[in-house]
């Protein structure tokens, strides 16, 4: 895998935006507000630059299709979605509310205080399931070793048999020379 200068793993769009940024920080002296590099003093373009070089650097780079980056050997990427609700709900902050008798305010300031105080965190995988991506590539070694060998085996066959057929005619023509010569 290309070292990164940006980034500390490796997946393929960090790779892509990792080129993309040193091609743009290279030609440019400069990155768009988004590409990293702020850490290091890099700073982001203006508009001026951006429309005379950032852009067209950009374009040119995805156009020519200068970041060569594989795909990593392996990744695990976990995707974390949010999700959240009004809690505790007013049934459930009623029945809090009924088993706690320290709080003293009105029933809807102890539920606002119930909702100010209270969370409940879920943390949980989406799916139990699993992609295994494996890239093989088409043409191995062994088929092209065994393509050439058919083809030279064809080839050499071929003309062997080739070799036989002349072999076979001269044989004939001096059997019949041979042969009418002696009559």
């Known amino acids: 895998m290309p070292k990164l200068r940006f980034f500390d793993t490796y997946s393929k769009s960090k790779c892509f935006l990792d080129k993309l940024t040193r091609y743009v920080v290279k030609l440019c002296k400069c990155r768009d507000w988004f590409m990293p590099g702020g850490d290091q003093g890099i700073p982001v373009c203006d508009y001026q630059t951006s429309d005379a070089c950032m852009w067209p650097a950009w374009e040119y780079f995805q156009d020519n299709k200068l970041d060569k980056c594989p795909v990593a050997c392996e990744s695990v990427e976990f995707s974390a979605q949010l999700s959240y609700a009004r809690y505790p709900a007013n049934t459930f902050a009623d029945q809090l509310l009924s088993k706690n ?14 909702r100010d105080n209270l969370l409940e965190l879920k943390i949980y995988y989406e799916s139990l399931t699993f992609a295994d991506v494996r890239q093989v590539p088409s043409y191995d070694l062994y088929s092209l070793l065994g393509d050439v060998g058919g083809q030279i085996g064809l080839f050499l ?23 009418y010569r002696n009559k």
Do not use: P
């Not at 066959?157 to 042969?179: N, R």
């Open 101 to 114: 008798r320290n709080l003293t305010g009105t029933v809807q300031e102890n539920r606002q205080y119930l």
């Open 157 to 179: 066959g071929a003309s062997l048999l080739t070799l036989v057929e002349y072999l076979d005619l001269c044989a004939m023509v001096l059997f019949t020379k041979y042969k």
